[in-house]
């Protein structure tokens, strides 16, 4: 399978027209489009913005992320990915991690890139779980399915039906 971003992006560019993706690309444009509104974040989306990041490569950013949670799922019964302070944080980064963060020369010459402080990654990560969270994740699910690949949960559920044959079969240990 492909990076999960390039997947991600393909289905959304397949799906363009449907009115869930079309109203998640509206918002994504929202967050980049230039305004008057005061916001701690407005310096990273014009950053965005100015270095090509579009909707549609950054609602695959987003996507990529859920679909990745659904790869790696060690999230609680119930709970993935929804209420997760730390996937909140790391949504909030993969949407501004779309194109590389900008760098800055100190004075001795070292190169460091510029830091989004963790509250306002977090707080992103939280509006985007919010507004774009349950198309990312059914988006994710589907591609998975459609690609054949199996949800943690499924392979996991094979892993322990298996077990149940010797030479792990629990009947040998009594």
Not at 2 to 27: D, G, N, Q, T
Not at 41 to 57: D, I, N, Q, S, V
Not at 77 to 101: E, H, I, M, S
Request: hydrophobic share 40%; proline share 6%; charged share 25%.
């Amino acid at each position: 399978m492909k990076y999960p971003r390039a997947e991600c992006l393909a289905f959304i560019e397949a799906h363009e027209s449907h009115p869930a993706v079309a109203a998640a690309l509206e918002y994504m444009d929202d967050l980049i489009r230039p305004s008057e509104k005061a916001g701690f974040l407005r310096r990273e989306f014009a950053r965005l913005r100015a270095a090509g990041a579009t909707p549609k490569t950054m609602l695959a950013s987003a996507m990529g992320l859920f679909f990745w949670a659904e790869c790696n799922g060690h999230w609680e019964p119930g709970l993935r990915p929804f209420n997760d302070r730390c996937f909140d944080l790391n949504l909030g980064r993969a949407l501004l991690g779309t194109v590389p963060a900008q760098t800055r020369i100190t004075s001795s010459g070292k190169t460091s890139y510029v830091r989004v402080r963790p509250s306002h990654a977090e707080a992103l990560g939280q509006n985007l779980r919010v507004s774009v969270g349950l198309l990312c994740l059914t988006s994710a699910r589907k591609i998975l399915k459609d690609s054949g690949w199996y949800a943690p949960d499924e392979r996991g559920r094979l892993i322990l039906e298996a077990m149940k044959s010797a030479p792990f079969d629990r009947n040998d240990e009594e």
